[in-house]
């Protein structure tokens, strides 16, 4: 197995073509070796470490109340994998370990 592949996180991203470059490139080197790493500040690591507690703080609550949060007129919301529903619509999947 090769070593993955270590993506920088940047300062900041506005949407800006400079900035889709590096996230193309990531997209790649997931397609290409299924992983990829990434290198991040100390502030940005914390900021992880922040969000993934909120998202497992999310995915732990009960179904009804997560549903609350799919919306039939956006295509948006959260399905825990498991929970997709087959029909027309796309539906966002996430796990967690």
């Given at each position: 197995?090769?070593?993955p592949?270590?993506?920088?996180?940047?300062?900041?991203?506005e949407?800006?073509?400079?900035?889709?470059?590096?996230?193309?490139?990531?997209?790649?080197?997931?397609?290409?070796?299924?992983?990829?790493?990434?290198?991040?500040?100390?502030?940005?690591?914390?900021?992880?470490?922040?969000?993934?507690?909120?998202?497992?703080?999310?995915?732990?609550?009960?179904l009804?109340?997560?549903?609350?949060?799919?919306?039939?007129?956006?295509?948006?919301?959260?399905?825990?994998?498991?929970e997709?529903?087959?029909?027309?619509?796309?539906?966002?999947?996430?796990?967690?370990t």
């Amino acid at each position: 197995m090769t070593e993955p592949q270590t993506f920088p996180l940047p300062p900041t991203v506005e949407g800006s073509d400079a900035d889709r470059l590096p996230g193309r490139a990531l997209t790649a080197a997931w397609q290409a070796d299924d992983i990829f790493q990434v290198q991040a500040t100390p502030e940005q690591d914390a900021a992880t470490g922040r969000t993934l507690g909120a998202s497992r703080t999310f995915v732990s609550r009960a179904l009804k109340e997560k549903a609350q949060h799919v919306s039939d007129l956006t295509h948006s919301g959260y399905a825990a994998s498991g929970e997709e529903t087959a029909d027309d619509r796309v539906r966002c999947s996430a796990t967690t370990t």
